[in-house]
Nanobody
Framework: QVQLVESGGGLVQAGGSLRLSCAAS????????MGWYRQAPGKQRELVAASTSGGVTNYADSVKGRFTISRDNAKNTVYLQMNSLKPEDTAVYYC???????????????WGQGTQVTVSS
């Protein structure tokens, strides 16, 4: 079993910054993709940013130039640095990881419990 524990959410004024962290633990052989999704009230969950173990990154158009994803593969941890925050960034942010527990099994998707980010205008 794999657990993802997020931290770093909170309330910030527009234009401010927050840094989210997500640490994976448990039965981990390798992690391919780690990333962040978000879900605002009444909206579908959407990809914010993702990073492969090799460092290839992908961002939603709405956050390009403002958010930066990074990984510490040795610590099985992913970070999301969020700058120039806007009220429309308000959402619950979920950490995601595609994890193989051993070389003999396929990878499975795991999710964190979510952390609230609220940006006031």
């Amino acid at each position: 079993q794999v657990q993802l524990v997020e931290s770093g959410g909170g309330l910030v004024q527009a234009g401010g910054s927050l840094r989210l962290s997500c640490a994976a633990s448990g039965s981990i052989f390798s992690i391919n993709v780690m990333g962040w999704y978000r879900q605002a009230p009444g909206k579908q969950r959407e990809l914010v940013a993702a990073s492969t173990s090799g460092g290839v990154t992908n961002y939603a158009d709405s956050v390009k130039g403002r958010f930066t994803i990074s990984r510490d593969n040795a610590k099985n941890t992913v970070y999301l640095q969020m700058n120039s925050l806007k009220p429309e960034d308000t959402a619950v942010y979920y950490c995601y990881a595609n994890v193989r527990s051993s070389r003999l099994v396929r990878a499975y998707d795991y999710w964190g419990q979510g952390t609230q980010v609220t940006v006031s205008s």
